[in-house]
């Protein structure tokens, strides 16, 4: 490593030095001269070029993850994976609990909601690496199991300022077209008919 500053390094690679953006107070604990090992990200946007580096697979796969999530930018992303390791991340997730991720600058209760929900079903991997998961939801029947993804989701679009009555139609509408049976999956059908204004999945107001 060449140089580093507070969330960022700058590494020696062929003989060129490259910015590597990197979670703050984590990676970024590196001095000048250590040798760094990192798993990368490319971020390419019509005007940028951005690397984003991280000390493990399960922090690079948790950025892909975010940055999937609709609100959340690869600053955002990165924000989350500064303040919470990947097990935080999972049992946040797990739990249905957004509160966490509102203790990353910029990110409110809404964007926090959604990411608990986007993500749910997503960290099976993760939890694996991270030892976050014990399996034990998947004791239950997979029609209980739907009910309850379903009520999540419904919470979900409540906590993101639907009404409950639009929130209940569009989940049983998409549900009854086919929606995908993971939160992910459902939240993104309902929302897509909520945003869409389809007869009966807007409520009042939001």
């Known amino acids: 490593m060449l140089s580093a500053g507070a ?32 798993h990368t990200s490319l971020v390419v946007r019509e005007d940028s070029l951005t690397l984003f580096g991280f000390r493990s697979e399960d ?11 609709n609100g959340v930018g690869p600053r955002s992303a990165l924000g989350v994976l500064s303040v919470l390791a990947p097990a935080d991340v999972v ?3 797990a739990n249905e609990d957004a509160k966490p991720f509102t203790q990353v600058s910029g990110i409110g209760p809404k964007t926090a909601k959604l990411i608990a929900l986007s993500l749910s079903g997503k960290l099976s991997g993760i939890a694996a690496l991270a030892g976050g998961g014990d399996g034990a939801a998947s004791a239950a029947p997979a029609g209980d199991a739907a009910a309850e993804t379903a009520d999540a989701v419904r919470e979900g679009l409540v906590g ?22 993971d939160s992910a999956g459902l939240l993104r059908a309902a929302l897509a008919l909520l945003q869409a204004g389809r007869p009966g999945a807007r409520g009042a107001g939001r």
Request: charged content about 20%.
């Open 7 to 38: 969330g960022w390094l700058v590494v020696g690679v062929g003989g060129i030095g490259l910015r590597v953006e990197v979670p703050s107070g984590r990676v970024s604990q590196a001095v000048p001269g250590d040798e760094v090992a990192l």
């Open 59 to 69: 922090e690079l796969a948790l950025f892909g993850l975010l940055i999937g999530v």
């Open 91 to 93: 049992r946040a997730v």
């Open 160 to 181: 993101l300022g639907w009404q409950p009555q639009a929130a209940e139609r569009a989940v049983d509408d998409a549900r009854a077209a086919g929606a995908p049976e």
